[in-house]
């Protein structure tokens, strides 16, 4: 196992320790994140956006916006998986998420499942997934390489 130590000369800032395994466990995520959202984005390439756009103007909303779909659940999810602005991504698929969970998911979100558990689980994952990219970037293992600014 590898550590990278970084040194700084501001005495107040904390020494931060990277090893390869923190690596791994953010391509892990990632990987997880992107290509369980791209079956999503996959699926409405294949059947459309009908059901997004119809609920959106049930909601007073511009018909067309429900064409961003593509950019929350194939666009983001490939660059995540690509480690290419994988921030900026991952913020994307956080308001993918938030505006799926208001438009179709509120009437489930104090239920439970019938196997007992949380009846949005897969929309926590993907919504709690993408905070933590955003939160963590890349990592090593990225096109975008480690330093890279949206990394």
């Given at each position: 196992?590898?550590?990278?130590?970084?040194?700084?000369?501001?005495r107040s800032?904390?020494?931060?320790?990277?090893?390869?395994?923190?690596?791994?466990?953010?391509?892990?995520?990632?990987?997880?994140?992107?290509?369980?959202?791209?079956?999503?984005?996959?699926?409405?390439?294949?059947?459309?956006?009908?059901?997004?756009?119809?609920?959106?103007?049930?909601?007073?909303?511009?018909?067309?916006?429900?064409?961003?779909?593509?950019?929350?659940?194939?666009?983001?999810?490939?660059?995540?998986?690509?480690?290419?602005?994988?921030?900026?991504?991952?913020?994307?698929?956080?308001?993918?998420?938030?505006?799926?969970?208001?438009?179709?998911?509120?009437?489930?979100?104090?239920?439970?499942?019938?196997?007992?558990?949380?009846?949005l689980?897969?929309?926590?994952?993907?919504?709690?997934?993408?905070?933590?990219?955003?939160?963590?970037?890349?990592?090593?293992?990225?096109?975008?390489?480690?330093?890279?600014?949206?990394?």
């Open positions: 196992m590898q550590t990278a130590y970084s040194s700084t000369n501001d800032s904390a020494a931060v320790i990277t090893t390869s395994s923190d690596d791994a466990g953010k391509l892990l995520l990632r990987a997880a994140l992107a290509i369980l959202l791209l079956f999503h984005g996959v699926s409405k390439l294949i059947g459309g956006v009908g059901f997004i756009t119809g609920m959106l103007a049930k909601a007073g909303l511009p018909p067309a916006v429900g064409y961003l779909v593509y950019i929350g659940e194939v666009v983001a999810p490939l660059l995540i998986l690509l480690g290419i602005w994988t921030r900026a991504a991952a913020l994307v698929v956080v308001v993918n998420m938030i505006v799926a969970l208001l438009l179709v998911h509120t009437a489930q979100f104090f239920t439970m499942s019938q196997t007992g558990g949380w009846a689980e897969l929309q926590g994952f993907y919504l709690a997934s993408a905070i933590a990219v955003a939160l963590l970037g890349a990592g090593r293992y990225s096109l975008g390489g480690i330093t890279g600014k949206w990394n």
